[in-house]
């Protein structure tokens, strides 16, 4: 056996022998005088490489999930991995993706640069600062926060907001549980004025949001000032603009809008930008990013985070319809063991070959299908290989997707990179070829929020309606008074069921969903409905990822996954 096999993900991207980035741009038509470089392996690519008439031409694929384990089912390493089959069919592709970050890195569930011989390098620097995005967003979130406390402390310009409808939040890119709610303003009157504040994760701040749907510099600056702050004491609404604020953000974000350039371990050229969570944002990498993809080669292979009822589902009403982008394929990613789990396997049972509980657990698979069936697409569903599936569970999955008219496809791009995913590649541009698939959203945004809700739990989730708590109610009048009625809906729930309830897994039946309150990404520009108790701030677990990283002397890191 291949000894290779059994080196960790940084022991395969170190040995990577990576082209210079001014190489990797040249083969996708980008002069070296349009390259930002930092270093000789990343650079930032300007605006005006989007052009319009081709991103109209070219090929957008979406890759996204069943309802995920905890560890996740390989969306990254199969984009990736994809990309690695479609160049080495003949086909000029490339990934855009988000941005790790750096908090999950450190705590449990390690990077995002996708895994095995499918990779984006240079991975510890995409895992760690890369080219300082997040730092930017955070800078920005941060002094709209201060500019806040700021004028609540002024007397001469004082706008009369009241403290306690204060939504806006700080922010910064780690996992600490001790920010989640804080008191800020102690010592005095020279401090400020004491309130109850805390920390979400960088993240999930409505800048990282903003950033993703932004279509131009002008666009960005516009948003920013329409971000929604809270109430004056006379029930005013107060944005950013009203203070202010939306040049000094926009101009800590003058780099960051710009799209990264980098490599995946075949030298294939990826593009990452952006990275909001997908089960309290949209999940997707920033419109700039993809239509800027669309513009240098004919197939763009982007992801949606977590399963098809979340970042596939806001991908496509959202985003979609936000940026005028027709996705022509779409790849639904399973594994074996994630079909266990919904057959009931626990997680240390999750190796062990049983055909009966992947039998039971294919109805997640099944769902998921005809979810996308929904939306105009006709998935592939890419089997991500692991080494403990059996031949009999595959075949059983191939045969089952075949009998709902979806091909799938085993995709060993971890193990063998583009070597392994050259099937999924063809049956992608087969299906491509086909003309069958015709995108259309599965709602309109001209219909009410409580409407849209709605349609996607009971289309979505399968669910049997939608209760609202009192304080949701209050929320939808809200929503109203402020004129947001016309925007889409980014639900909020776990990403660990099509319900409400993480402990419903499979295809579960006969349930309702509760909205428990909302929040008004008014910049961002969609309406989030609170499902269950969301976190915006992770902690730490028991044992974080970081006590097993190391650093020698030369700067070499190990560990680092």
């Not at 944005?239 to 371990?265: C, F, H, S, W």
């Not at 059996?390 to 008219?405: Q, R, T, Y």
């Not at 996607?456 to 304080?471: C, K, L, N, R, W």
């Amino acid at each position: 056996m291949n000894e290779s096999k059994f080196l960790s993900d940084i022991e395969i991207a170190q040995k990577a022998r990576m082209l210079h980035i001014k190489e990797i741009a040249g083969r996708i038509g980008i002069p070296e005088d349009d390259l930002e470089m930092y270093g000789k392996y990343k650079a930032k690519l300007p605006l005006t490489l989007i052009d319009s008439e081709k991103v109209a031409k070219s090929n957008l694929v979406l890759v996204t999930a069943i309802t995920p384990t905890p560890a996740g089912e390989g969306k990254t390493t199969t984009s990736i991995g994809l990309v690695e089959g479609l160049n080495k069919i003949g086909k000029k592709a490339m990934a855009v993706l988000r941005e790790p970050s750096l908090g999950p890195v450190f705590g449990m569930k390690g990077g995002a640069a996708g895994g095995g011989y499918s990779q984006v390098v240079p991975m510890e620097d995409i895992n760690l600062h890369f080219t300082g995005d997040f730092s930017a967003i955070e800078k920005a979130n941060n002094l709209l926060a201060a500019l806040i406390d700021n004028n609540l402390q002024s007397k001469s310009r004082n706008l009369g907001l009241d403290p306690r409808t204060i939504v806006w939040k700080r922010v910064m890119d780690m996992n600490d549980r001790a920010l989640r709610n804080i008191v800020i303003g102690l010592g005095g009157t020279a401090n400020g004025i004491p309130r109850e504040d805390g920390f979400n994760i960088t993240a999930a701040s409505e800048v990282m949001a903003i950033l993703c749907m932004a279509q131009s510099f002008e666009d960005l600056k516009s948003k920013l000032g329409n971000i929604f702050i809270g109430f004056t004491f006379d029930k005013k609404a107060i944005y950013a603009r009203d203070l202010n604020a939306e040049n000094g953000m926009a101009i800590l974000l003058k780099d960051a809008i710009k799209p990264n350039l980098v490599q995946t371990l075949e030298n294939n050229p990826c593009i990452i930008h952006g990275g909001p969570f997908a089960n309290i944002a949209q999940g997707t990498n920033t419109i700039i990013a993809t239509k800027m993809g669309l513009s240098l080669v004919d197939y763009v292979v982007t992801e949606a985070g977590f399963g098809a009822d979340l970042g596939a589902e806001k991908f496509l009403n959202i985003k979609c319809v936000s940026a005028d982008l027709k996705p022509k394929a779409l790849v639904l990613v399973a594994t074996i063991r994630a079909l266990r789990h919904h057959g009931g396997a626990k997680a240390d049972e999750y190796n062990t070959t049983s055909l009966d509980r992947v039998t039971k657990g294919f109805e997640n698979l099944a769902k998921h299908i005809e979810n996308c069936k929904k939306f105009g697409l006709n998935p592939v569903v890419a089997i991500n290989a692991f080494p403990t599936d059996s031949d009999e569970e595959v075949e059983f999955v191939i045969k089952s997707c075949a009998a709902l008219g979806v091909q799938a496809v085993p995709s060993k791009g971890f193990a063998l990179g583009g070597n392994g995913t050259q099937e999924l590649a063809e049956a992608v541009v087969k299906e491509i070829e086909t003309g069958n698939n015709h995108f259309r959203p599965l709602y309109s945004w001209e219909l009410n929020v409580k409407t849209k809700i709605e349609i996607i739990a009971e289309e979505i989730y399968g669910a049997d309606g939608v209760d609202f708590t009192s304080e949701a109610m209050a929320g939808l009048k809200t929503i109203e008074q402020l004129g947001l009625n016309h925007l889409p809906v980014c639900m909020a729930k776990t990403q660990k069921s099509f319900s409400d309830n993480e402990k419903l897994i499979g295809r579960p039946r006969g349930f309702r969903i509760v909205i428990r309150e909302f929040e008004f990404a008014a910049g961002a520009g969609f309406v989030i409905p609170i499902l269950g108790s969301m976190m915006r701030m992770p902690g730490l677990p028991a044992v974080p990822a970081s006590e097993g990283m190391h650093i020698d002397n030369d700067g070499k890191i190990s560990g680092l996954s």
